[in-house]
């Protein structure tokens, strides 16, 4: 959770394990990989943040390794592991993209400072992905669009739930509209006429989590310029969205619990206590129970935030919807990019009902965007929507949803010659549900 | 037939220990983490360990050894020695334990560097740190971001000078979800 997922490639079990107990008592999580071969398979079923690879090992080097996962255009910061001698091939691989190398054995500082840098640098990016997610934010919180039995269901719970001042925690899949329906039920809250706070606990920087929270006075630390209200603060008189909070750190944690119960809690170097009364959702796509179990979640948070929780539905579950919300999205977007849009075949739209749509709305609403931007009439067909192709959807009776599913991520993933970013962007999931779909279906790369 | 090691924290000298020592380093378990401790050699020699081209001693391979070695019953060992210790891909460690395990070690060697010879109270206190500080880590604790939390990796000795010998309130929170576990087995 705030743990640096951090991976050893190294073909000697001594040094895997001694950099490993080491690397978990400065809190990061740690896996380890035998050889090159197995770190690749590791990459491509979970997500790290760094890889700490030695150069020299039985079987595919560590220049291969690397070589490789710049191939599967991840994010990840490789970091070369070296003995005296060869550094000629540390710095060419510095060269290949390496974010840099130690020499083993090395000095303890030296690995607590490089690895303090990459997550700097890490936290940096993702603070900026946050802002330009927020900025996408504003345009996406629309009303609710479903007519499905499912989306009844989830109405009538927000009206039920609106009106009471309980917490509540949403659960469901990326994309099938959590955020949504926060708002929603802030909106027909006695909050409503307060403010609504997001916060996404998964994309702001673990260091800049508590000052984001709590606020901070003038001073408190080097870059406290100005004495700064924190979104707690912010959200008094109205709704706090604590957005992924099954990604929020063991220290906050223990700070959130707090404040909920007590409903006071101080800036960061304030003195003074401040009071804030706001109603609490919380929402996320991870299975809180198994966090729990996996201790990286507490257990009295977890109960102080399910006082009332509902799932939010698929879009797969919910296929009737899909006209509704491409006529809705064809709107927005036309207007949007000034084009003439204004409908969409019957055969691109028997297309839409056919997939299975992973990345759920937002994929939807990628898939239509697109269509539109490339389009060429008034109306959208099937071949505006490149991330269907026909010969391979085969929208032929007896075609499990699974197979269809199974052609659309391969012709995707050929089209933008495997680059994994791309193809999860338009596919409209994130890398690592991509990395698992090509497992589960055995997607080969071409030689 | 309850042994007075099956509720407490074992102090296992390597070589000789000083009393005092001793003494603080107890004093300071039973402060920080409620537990009383009992001073009993577990391993006179740890020549097994050694590492003769480094001429250093591998600090994981002597835990195991004081795992092994631990009465039934013994809430965690802390062995304290004054052989200088290092983990393969290090150069060295001031101590080392087993996350959420049995067994930590604490070395002096390292803990009188920039002192003059005779101002043992700092040496004391630095060598008491640092003992708690592995012992944390036997109860689940990791490195803390809180520069005065005992619990904060220290990256040169004047961090250790630094740092207090108090668990931060985050630490002293996971600490006592540690001890309702232990007492709840």
Redesign the interface.
């Given at each position: 959770m705030d743990n640096t997922k951090i991976l050893i490639v190294d073909d000697e079990l001594?040094?895997r394990?001694?950099?490993a107990?080491?690397l978990?008592?400065?809190?990061h999580l740690v896996d380890t990989a035998a050889s090159g071969e197995e770190a690749l398979e590791k990459i491509k079923e979970s997500r790290f943040d760094i890889l700490l690879v030695d150069i020299k090992m039985e079987g595919m080097s560590g220049l291969e390794v690397l070589k490789k996962v710049n191939e599967s255009d991840s994010d990840v910061d490789v970091v070369m592991?070296t003995a005296y001698g060869s550094i000629s091939t540390a710095i060419e691989a510095m060269k290949n993209g390496a974010y840099d190398y130690l020499l083993?054995?090395?000095?303890?500082?030296a690995?607590?400072?490089l690895i303090d840098k990459i997550t700097a640098h890490q936290a940096q990016a993702r603070e900026n992905l946050f802002l330009k997610e927020q900025y996408k934010e504003r345009t996406r919180f629309e009303s609710m669009i479903g007519q499905s039995k499912p989306m009844q269901e989830v109405f009538d719970l927000i009206q039920d739930v609106a009106p009471m001042n309980s917490t509540v925690l949403i659960t469901g899949e990326t994309g099938s509209g959590k955020g949504l329906a926060a708002k929603a039920i802030h909106t027909n809250s006695p909050w409503c006429d307060g403010p609504f706070v997001v916060v996404n606990c998964g994309a702001i920087p673990k260091h800049l989590m508590e000052s984001e929270l709590f606020g901070h006075q003038k001073g408190a630390f080097t870059d406290a310029k100005e004495t700064k209200k924190g979104r707690l603060e912010l959200a008094h008189g109205g709704t706090l969205f604590l957005d992924e909070i099954g990604e929020i750190s063991?220290?906050m944690q223990?700070d959130l619990l707090q404040v909920l119960e007590d409903r006071i809690f101080y800036r960061v170097g304030g003195t003074q206590p401040i009071e804030a009364y706001f109603r609490v959702i919380a929402a996320t796509n991870r299975n809180l129970d198994e966090a729990i179990k996996a201790r990286i979640f507490r257990e009295d948070l977890y109960y102080r935030l399910n006082v009332i929780s509902f799932k939010m539905p698929p879009l797969r579950d919910r296929k009737e919807d899909i006209p509704l919300l491409t006529e809705h999205f064809i709107r927005r977007f036309s207007q949007e990019t000034n084009k003439p849009v204004d409908r969409i075949s019957r055969e691109a739209m028997d297309e839409m009902m056919l997939y299975e749509w992973p990345g759920n709305i937002r994929e939807l609403e990628n898939a239509v965007e697109r269509a539109i931007v490339v389009g060429k009439s008034r109306s959208i067909r099937p071949e505006d929507l490149p991330i269907f192709h026909p010969e391979h959807l085969v929208c032929v009776p007896g075609n499990t949803l699974q197979e269809v599913e199974k052609a659309h991520i391969t012709e995707t993933l050929k089209e933008n010659q495997w680059n994994i970013a791309r193809s999860s962007k338009i596919l409209g999931i994130d890398r690592t549900t991509l990395y698992n779909k090509i497992k589960r279906y055995q997607i080969k790369k071409p030689a | 037939m309850i042994t007075p090691s099956d509720h407490s924290v074992i102090i296992s000298p390597v070589e000789a220990l000083d009393p005092e020592l001793s003494k603080m380093i107890g004093n300071e378990i039973l402060r920080s983490f409620g537990l009383r401790t009992e001073t009993k050699p577990l391993l006179n020699d740890v020549a097994f360990a050694l590492d003769p081209n480094r001429n250093q001693h591998h600090s994981?391979v002597i835990l195991k050894k004081l795992a092994d070695l631990a009465p039934a019953g013994a809430i965690r060992v802390l062995a304290v020695t004054r052989v200088d210790l290092?983990?393969?891909?290090?150069?060295?460690?001031y101590g080392?334990?087993q996350?959420g395990g049995k067994a930590c070690i604490v070395s002096t060697n390292r803990l009188d560097e920039g002192l003059s010879v005779g101002n043992r109270e700092t040496f004391f206190q630095r060598i008491v740190k640092e003992a708690v500080h592995e012992l944390g880590?036997t109860f689940n604790l990791?490195?803390c971001q809180d520069h005065s939390c005992i619990m904060h990796?220290c990256?040169?000795i004047r961090d250790v000078d630094r740092k207090t010998d108090q668990l931060c309130?985050?630490c002293r929170?996971?600490l006592a979800d540690e001890l309702k576990l232990l007492s709840s087995t």
């Open positions: 001594i040094m394990e001694s950099l107990g080491w978990e008592r400065d809190g592991i083993k054995p090395f000095d303890p500082n690995l607590g400072v063991m220290r223990i | 994981t290092f983990i393969p891909i290090l150069t060295h460690v080392e334990a996350l880590h990791r490195h990796y990256r040169s309130r985050y929170i996971l």
